[in-house]
T-cell receptor, first 114, second 112 residues
Framework: NAGVTQTPKFRVLKTGQSMTLLCAQD?????MYWYRQDPGMGLRLIHY???????AKGEVPDGYNVSRLKKQNFLLGLESAAPSQTSVYFC?????????????FGPGTRLTVT | DAKTTQPPSMDCAEGRAANLPCNHS???????VYWYRQIHSQGPQYIIH???NNETNEMASLIITEDRKSSTLILPHATLRDTAVYYC?????????????FGTGTRLQVTL
């Protein structure tokens, strides 16, 4: 199993450009999450999904959109990138809570917006 | 979810036990204590979790006080590869998705 993978690993954008970050998991997990991590801070939840075709807002959703068209994939979109979105983005997935709430994290995407 | 307090940093000699404390004095009866760690530039990694009883797995032990207001993560024989930021998180397992609130954690430095 590859676990949770993220594409790309690094990206530099100019202000106003758009991009999509891809997260894929091969563990048949129902739940998937997008977090961002800024220097000196813990992770903050952007959006999450409780199953295929469903998404919900997390703690810091503004400026981001997500889609979960397939169970194994969770996409994070930035429609018009801003310097404040410079961060490291982590995707995670988990089994249905109640059975186990261990979240499995991907390696991260380092995004710089200039 | 209840708030947690951890020391910002700790040092530990390789081969010795690392004891990482966490205070969660406002914890509710149905809230679990979770521990994750983040090795530099990698995604967080689940370590262990518990509700009331002490727990042990292949990575670590979790000791929860009887009043549940604090806990200690124990790495019995720390190695250089255990150098990481350790996060203590308190949350409710409600059967619905909810976020893990990562604070700033404890930066553990394991030295020779």
């Amino acid at each position: 199993n590859a676990g949770v993978t993220q594409t790309p690993k690094f990206r530099v954008l100019k202000t106003g450009q758009s991009m999509t970050l891809l997260c894929a998991q091969d563990m048949n997990h129902e739940y998937m999450y997008w977090y961002r991590q800024d220097p000196g801070m813990g992770l903050r939840l952007i959006h999450y999904s409780v199953g295929e075709g469903t998404t919900a807002k997390g703690e810091v959703p503004d400026g981001y959109n997500v889609s979960r068209l397939k169970k194994q994939n969770f996409l994070l979109g930035l429609e018009s990138a801003a310097p404040s979105q410079t961060s490291v983005y982590f995707c995670a997935s988990s089994y249905i809570p109640g059975l186990s709430y261990e979240q499995y994290f991907g390696p991260g995407t380092r995004l710089t917006v200039t | 979810d209840a708030k947690t307090t951890q020391p910002p940093s700790m040092d530990c000699a390789e081969g010795r036990a690392a004891n990482l404390p966490c205070n969660h004095s406002t914890i509710s009866g149905n809230e679990y204590v979770y521990w994750y760690r983040q090795i530099h530039s990698q995604g967080p990694q689940y370590i262990i979790h518990g509700l009331k009883n002490n727990e042990t797995n292949e990575m670590a032990s979790l000791i929860i006080t009887e009043d549940r207001k604090s806990s200690t993560l124990i790495l019995p024989h720390a190695t250089l590869r255990d150098t990481a930021v350790y996060y203590c998180i308190v949350r409710v397992d409600t059967g619905t998705a909810s976020k893990l609130t990562f604070g700033t954690g404890t930066r553990l430095q394991v030295t020779l």
